[in-house]
């Protein structure tokens, strides 16, 4: 079969501009009247766009309001290369491989076009476009009115002149690329919607394609990416940082938001069809939901604890898991230093006091930091932290963990946790949110600690014995504590909150804002986006917490074959067996296992016969199989 001829519009197609808007901004940059200018500038690009102008009329009145020169020329096609779309960018191969057979054809201007032709590796005569003319002073008259393509039905006239062979293929955003499907001189017309939308050209177009790998895949053109990446929807619960949605939507991902979090039956309804799922805290992601997820490929903890997940289950459905468990530890430590200075000064009460007219100025009972005792329990990334920053302040530290870890400073490592609540002037919660930690702290551990103790929980609700806390605050055992994490949390700010901790002398609860500052979130919405990214794009599972890590580069021009399956003896053999009798070419092969699943990733050559992958996927143990090329 003869692969067909692509022949792309430049405007708002292969670039996310249009040329003349660009130049309107550059060259009107000091004009008194540039807003009206440039306000009359786009209504006549919109309208040629649409029809409802005819192109050349558009394009000569457009040029008059402008007054351009060759400097104003010269600055956009300097910088035309960042404009590139974004699934241009991503498709960079496609181009350089296909180059031949693909041409520019575009009302724009011959050398805006030339940086990118040239970086798409696009021969100058298949750049098919107007040339400015410019006066003896570089100031631009008009365009080559010889030129087919500075008038109406310029395309497809310029099209057949071109006597190509094979199918013809039309990409573009705008009237007069339908023109080039209404007169007859491409065999199919995508309307490109990535950057800019027409109604009227999706009419008469054979397809609508919000991205290049949407044309690629329809055509059957092996692009960047397997499957079109706009058809993989990710769904961010929680209010997610919106630097997320950005880098997943600038690689060209279908991304949804909603601000709260779900219930279980909600998020079974809310996940059909949706592939990537991100969360934080709150949205428990059970056996249930994962069991009746239809294409779930990975779920993203936007924050440090996976405890809401099933790990196990996610594994056991091939369901990729991922957190930040770094980037919001700095933000609870500070928290954890400024609600202790805070309880050992009783603010939070004689504030309250304040806004109710009470002065009362007293020392007693406030203590300086400076030389008490901090028993932190959890030394992990946050616990380890805070024992630092601690020290900064002149505390002693002391601390309990079930893992051997390294004392920083001069903490104190403690063998059991008795020992460290025996002897601890503040006692700080940091251990993680795994079943068996549920109420590690009860009436028992308040009973051991040393009277007047203060007590802070910024690590997970459960871990604590809530009942027992409130009374042990009542019986003035413990003279105060902060609580951030509760073992019931409403899941949207628009829903009640209850605690028997409320209404307590010396109490300060807060709604699980630890890890909440702006900073945290960035780098979280930063970090997860880009280990969500590495294992769509590249199958790797640096930083996954349920299945094997294996680290790995892009793949380049070759064929990867993702394989999880159960860790049961034979699969790597069988599948072996099964890629050598289709004659595949292995270019490069990863296995690691854990006691649970095993992950294989084959770089193979690209030639080969597609029904090898159907008898991959079926082979005995196989939890899910992708391939990306
Ligand atoms: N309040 C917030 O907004 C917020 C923000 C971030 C993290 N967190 C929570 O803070 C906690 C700590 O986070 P991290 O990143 O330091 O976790 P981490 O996994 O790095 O450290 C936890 C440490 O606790 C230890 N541990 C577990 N159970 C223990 C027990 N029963 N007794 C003693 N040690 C035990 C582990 O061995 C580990 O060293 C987690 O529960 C996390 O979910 C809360
Ligand atoms: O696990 C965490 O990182 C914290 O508990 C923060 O959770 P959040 O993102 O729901 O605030």
């Known amino acids: 079969m003869t692969s067909p001829v692509f022949i792309f519009d430049f405007d708002s197609t292969l670039v996310r501009i249009e040329t003349l808007e660009a130049l309107a901004d550059i060259a009107l940059s000091d004009?008194?009247?540039?807003?009206?200018?440039?306000?009359?500038?786009?209504?006549?690009?919109?309208?040629?766009?649409?029809g409802q102008v005819d192109f050349g009329t558009a394009l000569r009145r457009r040029l008059d309001l402008l007054a351009l020169n060759r400097s104003h020329v010269e600055a956009l096609t300097d910088r035309i290369l960042d404009e590139a779309s974004a699934s241009i960018r991503r498709n960079?191969?496609?181009?350089?491989?296909?180059?031949?057979?693909?041409?520019?054809?575009?009302?724009?201007?011959?050398?805006?076009?030339?940086?990118?032709?040239?970086?798409?590796?696009?021969?100058?005569?298949?750049?098919?476009?107007?040339?400015?003319?410019?006066?003896?002073?570089?100031?631009?008259?008009?365009?080559?009115?010889?030129?087919?393509?500075?008038?109406?039905?310029?395309?497809?006239?310029?099209?057949?002149?071109?006597?190509?062979?094979?199918?013809?293929?039309?990409?573009?955003d705008g009237w007069t690329d339908a023109e080039v499907k209404l007169a007859g001189a491409a065999s199919r017309f995508y309307a490109f919607t990535e950057v800019v939308s027409r109604p009227k050209v999706i009419e008469v177009a054979d397809a609508t394609a919000a991205s290049l790998d949407e044309v690629l895949f329809a055509e059957g053109v092996a692009g960047r990416w397997s499957y079109p990446r706009n058809r993989i929807r990710m769904l961010l619960l929680e209010n997610i940082h919106p630097a997320a949605v950005e880098r997943l939507e600038e690689a060209g991902y279908s991304v949804e938001t909603m601000k709260g979090?779900?219930?279980?039956?909600?998020?079974?309804?809310?996940?059909?069809?949706?592939?990537?799922?991100?969360?934080?805290?709150?949205?428990?992601?059970?056996?249930?939901?994962l069991e009746q997820a239809d294409r779930l490929l990975a779920v993203a903890a936007f924050c440090i604890g996976t405890?809401?997940?099933?790990?196990?289950?996610?594994?056991?459905?091939?369901?990729a898991v991922f957190n930040a468990p770094y980037s919001n530890t700095r933000s609870?430590?500070?928290?954890?230093?400024?609600?202790?200075?805070?309880?050992?000064?009783?603010?939070?009460?004689?504030?309250?006091?304040?806004?109710?007219?009470?002065?009362?100025?007293?020392?007693?009972?406030?203590?300086?930091?400076?030389?008490?005792?901090?028993?932190?329990?959890?030394?992990g990334a946050i616990g380890s932290q805070l024992s630092v920053l601690a020290e900064g302040?002149?505390?002693?530290?002391?601390?309990?963990?079930?893992?051997?870890?390294?004392?920083?400073?001069?903490?104190?490592?403690?063998?059991?946790?008795?020992?460290?609540?025996?002897?601890?002037?503040?006692?700080?919660?940091?251990?993680?949110?795994?079943?068996?930690?549920?109420?590690?702290?009860g009436a028992a551990q308040f009973a051991k600690m040393k009277p007047g103790v203060l007590f802070l929980n910024l690590s997970r609700g459960h871990v604590v014995d809530v009942d027992a806390l409130a009374e042990a605050l009542k019986s003035g055992r413990i003279a105060g504590a902060a609580v951030d994490v509760?073992?019931?949390?409403?899941?949207?700010?628009?829903?009640?909150?209850?605690?028997?901790?409320?209404?307590?002398?010396?109490?300060?609860?807060?709604?699980?804002?630890?890890?909440?500052?702006?900073?945290?979130?960035?780098?979280?919405?930063?970090?997860?986006?880009?280990?969500?990214?590495?294992?769509?794009?590249?199958?790797?599972?640096?930083?996954?917490?349920?299945?094997?890590?294996?680290?790995?580069?892009?793949?380049?021009?070759?064929?990867?074959?993702?394989?999880?399956?159960?860790?049961?003896?034979?699969?790597?053999?069988?599948?072996n067996r099964a890629l050598s009798s289709a004659g595949l070419n292995i270019l490069g092969q990863h296995l690691k296992t854990d006691e649970r699943t095993g992950y294989v990733i084959t770089d193979v050559d690209r030639d080969y016969d597609p029904e090898v992958l159907k008898v991959l996927r079926d082979l005995p143990g196989t939890v899910r199989f992708r391939m990306l090329h």
Not at 307 to 319: K, S, Y
Not at 488 to 513: C, M, W, Y
């Open 393 to 441: 302040l002149g505390m002693r530290v002391i601390f309990h963990d079930l893992s051997e870890r390294l004392a920083l400073g001069n903490a104190r490592r403690m063998r059991s946790l008795d020992a460290l609540l025996a002897e601890a002037d503040v006692v700080s919660l940091h251990v993680d949110g795994r079943k068996d930690n549920a109420d590690v702290i």
């Open 307 to 319: 405890n809401q997940i099933d790990l196990e289950a996610a594994a056991e459905h091939g369901v």
């Open 31 to 50: 004009a008194p009247d540039a807003a009206a200018k440039k306000a009359e500038i786009a209504a006549l690009t919109d309208q040629a766009m649409t």
């Open 486 to 575: 509760f073992p019931e949390e409403p899941r949207t700010n628009a829903d009640p909150f209850a605690s028997p901790l409320q209404g307590l002398k010396n109490v300060i609860l807060s709604p699980h804002i630890g890890g909440s500052t702006e900073e945290a979130q960035e780098a979280i919405a930063e970090f997860a986006a880009e280990r969500l990214l590495g294992y769509l794009n590249r199958g790797d599972t640096t930083f996954c917490v349920n299945l094997p890590n294996v680290q790995l580069a892009e793949v380049s021009r070759a064929h990867r074959l993702l394989h999880i399956h159960r860790n049961q003896p034979g699969v790597l053999a069988e599948l």
């Open 261 to 289: 979090a779900l219930d279980e039956d909600d998020l079974i309804e809310a996940i059909k069809g949706v592939h990537v799922l991100g969360i934080r805290s709150k949205t428990n992601v059970s056996a249930r939901v």
């Open 92 to 172: 960079v191969d496609f181009f350089e491989r296909h180059a031949e057979r693909v041409y520019i054809l575009s009302g724009g201007f011959r050398e805006v076009i030339a940086p990118l032709a040239a970086r798409l590796g696009i021969a100058a005569d298949h750049v098919l476009a107007n040339d400015l003319i410019y006066d003896a002073e570089g100031r631009v008259t008009g365009v080559d009115d010889a030129n087919p393509l500075s008038r109406e039905n310029g395309k497809p006239e310029v099209i057949k002149a071109l006597n190509l062979t094979g199918p013809v293929v039309m990409v573009g």
């Open 332 to 379: 609870v430590v500070e928290l954890a230093i400024g609600l202790t200075i805070v309880l050992m000064r009783d603010v939070a009460d004689k504030s309250a006091a304040m806004h109710q007219g009470q002065w009362n100025k007293s020392a007693t009972g406030s203590r300086e930091l400076r030389g008490k005792t901090l028993g932190i329990v959890g030394y």
